[in-house]
């Protein structure tokens, strides 16, 4: 007899907090589907019922044909294939934790990185509040200064009148 499932293996709830939002839709219609085909077949027994043949061997006239056939029924084994895969992915899966843990702990580094950026964010002024004082307190690399440096508009390097073109070699 060939191995019975009679529960759910998959973890639903974990599944489903993957799943983006605009896929929700089709994530609850199979889990639907699929709950559906898991009750079909828990409803169904698990041995195949038993056949009759006495009665089969007094509604047939032909003699012989059902010992034939019960015969053959009863010589008929269908194989369930053996799982020789499991094996090998699980040593897949073993052999992939260290790498999807490297991976976890740098997004995870990037995760902060990004967080602390935010708090460092939160912390400057409004926009419509910050002025061009408190930015060059802020920013004295980049603010202007028209005073210790005085640059003309659009202030950038192209267009002060100090700029030299950067001089490319030439191809052959």
Same mark, same amino acid.
């Given at each position: 007899?060939?191995?019975?499932?009679?529960?759910?293996?998959?973890?639903?709830?974990?599944?489903?907090?993957?799943?983006?939002?605009?896929?929700?839709?089709?994530?609850?219609?199979?889990?639907?589907?699929?709950?559906? &085909?898991?009750?079909?077949?828990?409803?169904?027994?698990?041995?195949?019922?038993?056949?009759?043949?006495?009665?089969?061997?007094?509604?047939?006239?032909?003699?012989?044909?059902?010992?034939?056939?019960?015969?053959?029924?009863?010589?008929?084994?269908?194989?369930?294939?053996?799982?020789?895969?499991?094996?090998?992915?699980?040593?897949?899966?073993?052999?992939?934790?260290?790498?999807?843990?490297?991976?976890?702990?740098?997004?995870?580094?990037?995760?902060?990185?990004?967080?602390?950026?935010?708090?460092?964010?939160?912390?400057?002024?409004?926009?419509?509040?910050?002025?061009?004082?408190?930015?060059?307190?802020? &920013?004295?690399?980049?603010?202007?200064?028209?005073?210790?440096?005085?640059?003309?508009?659009?202030?950038?390097?192209?267009?002060?009148?100090? &700029?030299?073109?950067?001089?490319?070699?030439?191809?052959?």
């Amino acid at each position: 007899m060939a191995k019975r499932f009679t529960k759910t293996t998959i973890n639903w709830a974990e599944l489903q907090k993957l799943v983006p939002a605009d896929q929700k839709g089709k994530f609850l219609a199979f889990k639907t589907k699929a709950d559906a &085909y898991l009750r079909r077949v828990n409803a169904s027994p698990p041995e195949l019922p038993p056949i009759d043949w006495k009665k089969y061997q007094s509604l047939v006239p032909v003699a012989g044909m059902v010992e034939k056939f019960q015969k053959e029924y009863e010589a008929l084994k269908i194989p369930y294939p053996e799982d020789t895969l499991s094996a090998s992915i699980d040593e897949q899966w073993k052999a992939l934790q260290p790498e999807i843990k490297a991976y976890c702990d740098e997004r995870q580094k990037e995760i902060e990185a990004a967080t602390k950026e935010l708090e460092r964010i939160k912390k400057l002024p409004k926009f419509e509040d910050m002025t061009m004082e408190i930015y060059r307190d802020m &920013y004295p690399d980049q603010a202007l200064d028209p005073v210790g440096k005085p640059t003309f508009w659009p202030h950038d390097a192209e267009s002060q009148l100090d &700029y030299v073109p950067e001089k490319k070699p030439m191809k052959k």
